[in-house]
T-cell receptor, first 118, second 115 residues
Framework: DAGVTQSPTHLIKTRGQQVTLRCSPKSGHDTVSWYQQALGQGPQFIFQYYEEEERQRGNFPDRFSGHQFPNYSSELNVNALLLGDSALYLC?????????????????FGSGTQLSVL | GNSVTQMEGPVTLSEEAFLTINCTYTATGYPSLFWYVQYPGEGLQLLLKATKADDKGSNKGFEATYRKETTSFHLEKGSVQVSDSAVYFCALSDSRQTGANNLFFGTGTRLTVIP
C-alpha cells in the first residue's frame, strides 16, 4: 500500500516563474492538505482540499492556489515566485467521513518537494 | 490565536541518556496536542498524541503529558538510542473550537544521539 507520494522531489525555479507540485494521497484517503516548511521552521498550513474544493486556508497569498482531481490527487500552484517561497512543500492526506471533521490523528505526510527559487 | 513554542536545539545526547524536549502552547480553546518526528529524507510521522487535559500519550518509549495548567506538552524518553536521531515537532489542533482541523507546528528540535 503506497503512502503519500509527491513529485517532483526537488525543483529549481527563478523569481517570477510559476510552479506546480503534485501529490497522490494514501490509498483510501480523500482529503489533501498542503504545508510549507521553510528551512529551520515548522510546517505552516497552506490549504486543504476535499471533494475538489478548497475547504480551509491558512495565511498565504492568492499566488498560492490548488486543485483536487476526482481521483483525490492534488496540485499546488505558486505564481510569481519569490525568493522567500524557497521551502519544503509537504502534502498530507487523511479521510473525511461524511460531514465529520477529519481526525488529525490519521494525517499521513509525504516526503515533500524541495523548491529552490533563485 | 494558536501557537506552539518549542525548545530550541540542536540537542546532542549520548546513547541511553534521558531526553526532555520542552513544548508550550497557546490556544483559543481546548486543543489536541501532538508530537511528530521527521527522520532524514522522510515525511513527518505521528509519534504520539493527547486530546484532553491530563492525558498521557506514549509510543516507542516516548511520553508526553497534556498539562492544561502550565499549557505544556513536554516530550520525554528515559533512554535514547542512536536511531532516535531526528527532528521532533510539537503541534496542536484546535478543531473543536474553530472547526478547522489544520495543525500548528513548533519550529522543531533536532536531536542527535551519539554512541
Amino acid at each position: 500500500d503506497a503512502g503519500v507520494t509527491q513529485s517532483p522531489t526537488h525543483l529549481i525555479k527563478t523569481r517570477g516563474q510559476q510552479v506546480t507540485l503534485r501529490c497522490s494521497p494514501k490509498s483510501g484517503h480523500d482529503t489533501v492538505s498542503w504545508y510549507q516548511q521553510a528551512l529551520g521552521q515548522g510546517p505552516q498550513f497552506i490549504f486543504q482540499y476535499y471533494e475538489e474544493e478548497e475547504r480551509q486556508r491558512g495565511n498565504f497569498p492568492d499566488r498560492f492556489s490548488g486543485h483536487q482531481f476526482p481521483n483525490y490527487s492534488s496540485e499546488l500552484n505558486v505564481n510569481a515566485l519569490l525568493l522567500g517561497d524557497s521551502a519544503l512543500y509537504l502534502c498530507a492526506s487523511s479521510v473525511r467521513k461524511g460531514t465529520a471533521i477529519t481526525s488529525n490523528e490519521k494525517l499521513f505526510f509525504g516526503s515533500g518537494t524541495q523548491l529552490s527559487v533563485l | 490565536g494558536n501557537s506552539v513554542t518549542q525548545m530550541e536545539g540542536p540537542v546532542t545526547l549520548s546513547e541511553e541518556a534521558f531526553l526532555t524536549i520542552n513544548c508550550t502552547y497557546t490556544a483559543t480553546g481546548y486543543p489536541s496536542l501532538f508530537w511528530y518526528v521527521q527522520y532524514p529524507g522522510e515525511g513527518l510521522q505521528l509519534l504520539l498524541k493527547a486530546t484532553k487535559a491530563d492525558d498521557k500519550g506514549s509510543n516507542k518509549g516516548f511520553e508526553a503529558t497534556y498539562r492544561k495548567e502550565t499549557t505544556s506538552f513536554h516530550l520525554e524518553k528515559g533512554s535514547v538510542q542512536v536511531s532516535d536521531s531526528a527532528v521532533y515537532f510539537c503541534a496542536l489542533s484546535d478543531s473543536r473550537q474553530t472547526g478547522a482541523n489544520n495543525l500548528f507546528f513548533g519550529t522543531g528540535t533536532r536531536l542527535t544521539v551519539i554512541p
